[in-house]
């Protein structure tokens, strides 16, 4: 069942008795506190806003996460690392970072693009608020050729995008992301399986055992 969300930014209906693809509201808006809401739920918002005038909100009921230490970092890409042919950044960039998302390999052109104004507004109130977070990724002149943004909540991270516009520089970002939340305990949730993803350690996990690493944010923080 699809429901209709209300101009309460803090309801939103059980996941359980979404559709079986995951989508489960229609409507609402994009303010911090909705998303914020829906981020601590496993919700996210998607949707082609070409085609669709109200926005579109998903949980899938199996996860595709990854777990840090899990990351799977193949020989190529040690090799690349300990080359320094990349060095990585946390926050420097965002707004650049956001906007090769948005056009990288033309994607704002293609139907179903969904990272348009609305959203990266949006995303930008959060990164101003502390939760949105980028990673950039530059070469050895200082120009930046990849990196990632997504929101984070506590100890997990929730991927929303990443470009890259030199070999492998999406992946350096995802690692650099890795290797700062080893430690934390937390998982990196990927929304969606591409083959990119799979092959760095990606994983599939029901939707309770999701649940149970964002509730364990909110038992610590309520500490």
Same mark, same amino acid.
């Given at each position: 069942?699809?429901?209709?969300?209300?101009?309460?930014?803090?309801? /939103?209906?059980?996941?359980?008795?979404?559709?079986? =693809?995951?989508?489960?509201?229609?409507?609402?808006?994009?303010?911090?506190?909705?998303?914020?809401? &829906?981020?601590?739920?496993?919700?996210?918002?998607?949707?082609?806003?070409?085609?669709?005038?109200?926005?579109?909100?998903?949980?899938?009921?199996?996860?595709?996460?990854?777990?840090?230490? #899990?990351?799977?970092?193949?020989?190529?890409?040690?090799?690349?690392?300990?080359?320094?042919?990349?060095?990585?950044?946390?926050?420097?960039?965002? &707004?650049?970072?956001?906007?090769?998302?948005?056009?990288?390999?033309?994607?704002?052109?293609? %139907?179903?693009?969904?990272?348009?104004? =609305?959203?990266?507004? &949006?995303?930008?109130?959060?990164?101003?608020?502390?939760?949105?977070?980028?990673?950039?990724?530059?070469?050895? #002149?200082?120009?930046?050729?990849?990196?990632?943004?997504?929101?984070?909540?506590?100890?997990?991270? /929730?991927?929303?995008?990443?470009?890259?516009?030199?070999?492998?520089?999406?992946? /350096?970002?995802?690692?650099?992301?890795? %290797?700062?939340?080893?430690?934390?305990?937390?998982?990196?949730?990927?929304?969606?399986?591409?083959?990119?993803?799979?092959?760095?350690?990606?994983?599939?996990?029901?939707?309770?055992?999701?649940?149970?690493?964002?509730?364990?944010? #909110?038992?610590?923080?309520?500490?």
């Amino acid at each position: 069942m699809v429901y209709r969300l209300t101009d309460d930014p803090n309801l /939103f209906p059980d996941p359980h008795y979404g559709e079986p =693809d995951g989508l489960i509201a229609v409507g609402g808006d994009l303010r911090p506190e909705r998303l914020l809401t &829906a981020y601590c739920n496993g919700i996210f918002p998607w949707y082609g806003y070409k085609e669709r005038e109200h926005i579109l909100w998903w949980c899938p009921m199996n996860r595709f996460v990854i777990f840090p230490k #899990e990351i799977h970092v193949s020989h190529s890409m040690r090799q690349l690392i300990h080359k320094s042919t990349f060095h990585a950044t946390i926050n420097q960039a965002f &707004a650049e970072v956001i906007h090769q998302c948005s056009i990288n390999k033309e994607r704002n052109k293609e %139907q179903g693009a969904w990272l348009g104004k =609305d959203m990266i507004e &949006a995303y930008t109130q959060l990164h101003k608020m502390g939760f949105a977070v980028s990673i950039e990724v530059w070469n050895q #002149e200082n120009h930046l050729v990849g990196g990632l943004y997504g929101i984070n909540i506590g100890r997990n991270f /929730f991927g929303e995008s990443m470009f890259s516009n030199a070999p492998s520089a999406s992946k /350096f970002a995802l690692i650099h992301l890795s %290797q700062l939340m080893e430690k934390t305990g937390g998982i990196i949730d990927c929304q969606f399986e591409t083959p990119h993803l799979l092959a760095m350690g990606g994983r599939y996990i029901p939707y309770d055992e999701y649940m149970k690493y964002l509730r364990a944010d #909110e038992e610590v923080t309520s500490q």
